[in-house]
Nanobody
Framework: QVQLVESGGGLVQAGGSLRLSCAASGRTFGNFAMGWFRQAPGEERDFVAGIDWTGRGTYYGDSVKGRFTISRDNTKNTVYLQMNSLKPEDTAVYYC?????????????????WGQGTQVTVSS
């Protein structure tokens, strides 16, 4: 089992920044690829960003490329999502997820463990 707890969400004006954190506990964090997803009301849960277990491989959804950065600190069992130039359409609940194995994946089905989510609201 892996337990994931997100933090760092909140209300921010358009153009602002937030940094989300996801603290993991349980099984060895370094054995998992990690991802961030988001879900707006009435929408599907979409892939935002993923990172492999080394931290050197990353991948982003088209809507956030160039604005968001995913990173991880395996010594702290934590993955981060730095979000810059936020837009109202970034408003959603953001979820952290863990996928067993070294390779990052963009599909929800590849992730076995999920956090409870943190709300991000961007005002115009």
């Amino acid at each position: 089992q892996v337990q994931l707890v997100e933090s760092g969400g909140g209300l921010v004006q358009a153009g602002g920044s937030l940094r989300l954190s996801c603290a993991a506990s349980g099984r060895t964090f370094g054995n998992f690829a990690m991802g961030w997803f988001r879900q707006a009301p009435g929408e599907e849960r979409d892939f935002v960003a993923g990172i492999d277990w080394t931290g050197r491989g990353t991948y982003y959804g088209d809507s956030v490329k160039g604005r968001f950065t995913i990173s991880r600190d395996n010594t702290k069992n934590t993955v981060y999502l730095q979000m810059n130039s936020l837009k109202p359409e970034d408003t959603a609940v953001y979820y952290c997820a863990a996928a067993p194995g070294p390779v990052l994946t963009t599909g929800r089905g590849g992730y076995d463990y999920w956090g409870q989510g943190t709300q991000v609201t961007v005002s115009s």
